[in-house]
C-alpha cells in the first residue's frame, strides 16, 4: 500500500465538474484535476456541480490526483468504485456517496488523502463503504454516516488494510439508525477507532452516543 503520491504527470483545470456516466471508467493517467484558484471555499457545502468528478451509478475513476484548489473532490451519484484516487488537499469533503440503496456496495481501493479538517468520506446514502488499502493523513474523521440527512437509514462500512495518521475519528456511525462499521487490519493513532452518535433527520444537530464495542 502506498503511503504517499504519485508525481502528477500535468494539470488540468476545468471550469465545471467533469461527469462519468453510468457503468463507464475514467482513467485520469496520473494527470492532477482540479477547478481553478480560489475554489475552495473552506467548509461552505457545496453541491454537484462544485465537485471535480461526478460519478454516477457504477462509475469508475481511477488513476487520479485531486489537486486542492476544489470546493469538493468526487460524488458518487449512486454505487462507484475509486481506484487509486489521490487527494492532496481536502477542502470540504473528499469523497460524498449519496442515492445509493441497500445492498448497494461503493469501492475506495488504495490512494488517499490529506489535510481533510473535517471529513474524507461523506456517506448520506443507505448501502454500504467499503475502504480498502486507503491512506489518510492530518483529517478529521476517515468516514462518516450522515447525522442530519433528511433521509435516514441504516449503512455500513467496512475498512480493512488501511493506515492513518494524525486524525481524529477513524469512523463515526449512527447507532439509532443500525449503522455497522467493520475495521480489519487498520493501523491508525486515532483517538476514537469508532464513533457513535443519535443521527436526526434534517436541520438538527447528531449527538454522540458512546463508542463502538467490539
Given at each position: 500500500?502506498?503511503?504517499?503520491?504519485?508525481?502528477?504527470?500535468?494539470?488540468?483545470?476545468?471550469?465545471?465538474?467533469?461527469?462519468?456516466k453510468?457503468?463507464?471508467?475514467?482513467?485520469?493517467?496520473?494527470?492532477?484535476?482540479?477547478?481553478?484558484?480560489?475554489?475552495?471555499?473552506?467548509?461552505?457545502?457545496?453541491?454537484?456541480?462544485?465537485?471535480?468528478?461526478?460519478?454516477?451509478?457504477?462509475?469508475?475513476?481511477?488513476?487520479?490526483?485531486?489537486?486542492?484548489?476544489?470546493?469538493?473532490?468526487?460524488?458518487?451519484?449512486?454505487?462507484?468504485?475509486?481506484?487509486?484516487?489521490?487527494?492532496?488537499?481536502?477542502?470540504?469533503?473528499?469523497?460524498?456517496?449519496?442515492?445509493?440503496?441497500?445492498?448497494?456496495?461503493?469501492?475506495?481501493?488504495?490512494?488517499?488523502?490529506?489535510?481533510?479538517?473535517?471529513?474524507?468520506?461523506?456517506?448520506?446514502?443507505?448501502?454500504?463503504?467499503?475502504?480498502?488499502?486507503?491512506?489518510?493523513?492530518?483529517?478529521g474523521?476517515?468516514?462518516?454516516?450522515?447525522?442530519?440527512?433528511?433521509?435516514?437509514?441504516?449503512?455500513?462500512?467496512?475498512?480493512?488494510?488501511t493506515?492513518?495518521?494524525?486524525?481524529?475519528?477513524?469512523?463515526?456511525?449512527?447507532s439509532?439508525?443500525?449503522?455497522?462499521a467493520?475495521?480489519?487490519?487498520?493501523?491508525?493513532?486515532?483517538?476514537?477507532?469508532?464513533?457513535?452518535?443519535?443521527?436526526?433527520?434534517?436541520g438538527?444537530?447528531?449527538?454522540?452516543?458512546?463508542v463502538?464495542?467490539?
Amino acid at each position: 500500500m502506498r503511503t504517499s503520491m504519485l508525481k502528477a504527470t500535468k494539470t488540468i483545470t476545468n471550469s465545471k465538474v467533469i461527469e462519468v456516466k453510468a457503468g463507464q471508467t475514467f482513467d485520469g493517467a496520473w494527470a492532477r484535476y482540479d477547478r481553478g484558484s480560489g475554489a475552495c471555499n473552506e467548509q461552505a457545502e457545496g453541491g454537484d456541480a462544485d465537485a471535480v468528478f461526478l460519478l454516477r451509478k457504477g462509475a469508475t475513476l481511477k488513476n487520479v490526483i485531486i489537486g486542492k484548489n476544489q470546493a469538493e473532490g468526487v460524488h458518487c451519484d449512486g454505487a462507484c468504485t475509486l481506484e487509486f484516487v489521490w487527494f492532496e488537499d481536502v477542502c470540504e469533503d473528499a469523497i460524498t456517496v449519496k442515492n445509493d440503496a441497500a445492498g448497494d456496495h461503493t469501492w475506495i481501493i488504495g490512494g488517499g488523502a490529506y489535510h481533510a479538517s473535517d471529513k474524507v468520506v461523506q456517506h448520506n446514502g443507505c448501502g454500504t463503504v467499503n475502504i480498502i488499502n486507503f491512506y489518510a493523513e492530518d483529517y478529521g474523521k476517515l468516514y462518516r454516516s450522515c447525522g442530519n440527512c433528511s433521509k435516514q437509514c441504516k449503512r455500513n462500512v467496512y475498512v480493512e488494510g488501511t493506515t492513518t495518521k494524525n486524525g481524529g475519528e477513524l469512523v463515526g456511525i449512527n447507532s439509532n439508525y443500525g449503522d455497522t462499521a467493520t475495521l480489519k487490519n487498520v493501523c491508525t493513532d486515532a483517538k476514537t477507532r469508532c464513533q457513535m452518535y443519535t443521527g436526526c433527520a434534517g436541520g438538527c444537530e447528531p449527538k454522540k452516543a458512546g463508542v463502538c464495542s467490539g
